[in-house]
């Protein structure tokens, strides 16, 4: 699983500014030549490899993807799906917020594509680099594989927030009406499609909400990887109202179910060493 939390945190959390391109594009009828470079106006290049026959990504649809991710001419791979759970990274289109290169891209593919990305810094993290990605770094993703895309749902992510707001248990128990009635075959409401909530709790600095959300999710979760990103909120949400050994005997559970040792052993030296400094 390596960098893939930290990256998920990045692409979560930490998106670069200009997030907003969602390019209204005609999927039906491509004429799709395999190999040759297509090079859009915003800088992106991407180069076909397989051309899929599948539904077209639209806003609101659930993506499912396996990619490697390199940084300029490295031939070492810097990101990978392949330590995920399944192999995919996930994501909603349109509604994730991520960077602008990277959804751009996805709205010109269908579910089945397969290409080769070139992202320059300008559509990705500019000329400053974000966390473990450099200053000017062009993003390659190869290969970008959109193993699967579901119909267009909404999210429940504002309305959520909101009601949190007011009463937390009200919306609880609202969450627990769509993802168990038919009132919820319209929205995305599995629990790795409320980790958006999660981050913009956090980002609101609403961290008490973000981890009594967390903790509530994490009694149903069952994928490692979704308990995972529960802890990884949860020790956010603990450290920024400085309960450190909290934070640390979640690290430890963690760990103890087979978490991602490098990770997760990183975050728990940290605290420890916090703790030893106090």
Not at 74 to 89: C, L, M, V
Request: net charge negative.
């Amino acid at each position: 699983m390596k960098r893939y939390l930290s990256a998920f945190a990045s692409l979560l959390l930490l998106a670069a500014c200009n997030n907003n391109s969602n390019p209204s594009t005609e999927k039906s009828g491509r004429s799709i030549v395999l190999n040759d470079t297509i090079s859009t106006p915003s800088g992106l290049k991407y180069i076909f490899l397989k051309e899929g026959q599948g539904v077209p990504i639209d806003t609101g649809s659930k993506v499912k993807a396996f990619t490697n991710l390199y940084i300029n001419d490295s031939d070492s791979i810097f990101w990978t799906t392949a330590e995920a759970e399944d192999s995919s990274f996930v994501f909603i289109h349109g509604k994730t917020s991520l960077i602008q290169g990277f959804s751009e891209l996805n709205s010109y593919l269908v579910e089945g594509d397969e290409v080769i990305a070139i992202l320059p810094d300008s559509l990705a993290y500019g000329k400053s680099g974000r966390g473990d990605v450099p200053p000017g770094a062009t993003l390659i993703y190869k290969p970008y594989v959109v193993r699967s895309v579901s119909e267009p749902k909404q999210m429940l992510t504002d309305t959520l927030k909101a009601l949190s707001s007011q009463d937390l248990q009200t919306a609880m128990e609202f969450y627990e009406e769509i993802r168990n009635t038919e009132l919820g075959k319209n929205y995305h409401k599995e629990i790795e499609d409320l980790m958006p909530l999660l981050g913009e709790m956090q980002k609101d600095s609403m961290f008490e909400l973000s981890f009594q959300w967390a903790n509530y999710l994490q009694q149903s979760a069952q994928k490692l990887e979704d308990k995972e990103y529960l802890v990884y909120f949860k020790v956010n949400a603990l450290k920024a109202k400085s309960s450190y050994q909290e934070a640390l005997d979640e690290v430890n559970s963690l760990l103890a179910l087979g978490a991602d040792s490098a990770y997760w052993s990183n975050a728990k030296a940290e605290l420890e060493a916090i703790l030893a400094g106090q």
